[in-house]
Nanobody
Framework: VQLQASGGGLVQAGGSLILSCGAS????????MGWYRQAPGKQRELVAA??????????NYADSVKGRFTISRDNAGNTMYLQMNSLKPEDTAVYYC????????????WGQGTQVTVSS
């Protein structure tokens, strides 16, 4: 399954963006999907993830985005989203989406990055 991230752009501090991650196939079996970001000169870091558990989907967020970002997945539409509100200049980075499957062994897929730039 190939992933394609979109929705990045230039926004002023305090603004909002919605990132989308479309999949070429079904994401129903993806155990975990997430958004990562990488700023210049920094390591790639997890921003938000949604994990399928028996009781439903469980989400987790980096402390720096809690209360501002919301991750969601639409299995029927094979798409994952990241709603980003109250954006800050330090949110500037290339954002990547990732999906992980387990079929005896773990496998994953990465989307190409989408640039998010937040001006002060």
């Amino acid at each position: 399954v190939q992933l394609q991230a979109s929705g990045g752009g230039l926004v002023q501090a305090g603004g909002s963006l919605i990132l989308s991650c479309g999949a070429s196939g079904s994401i129903n079996g993806a155990i975990r999907m997430g958004w990562y970001r990488q700023a210049p000169g920094k390591q790639r870091e997890l921003v938000a993830a949604v994990t399928s558990v028996i009781s439903g989907d469980r989400t987790n967020y980096a402390d720096s985005v809690k209360g501002r970002f919301t991750i969601s997945r639409d299995n029927a539409g094979n798409t994952m989203y990241l709603q980003m509100n109250s954006l800050k200049p330090e949110d500037t980075a290339v954002y990547y989406c990732n999906a992980q499957w387990f079929g005896g062994v773990w496998s994953d897929s990465w989307g190409q990055g989408t640039q998010v730039t937040v001006s002060s």
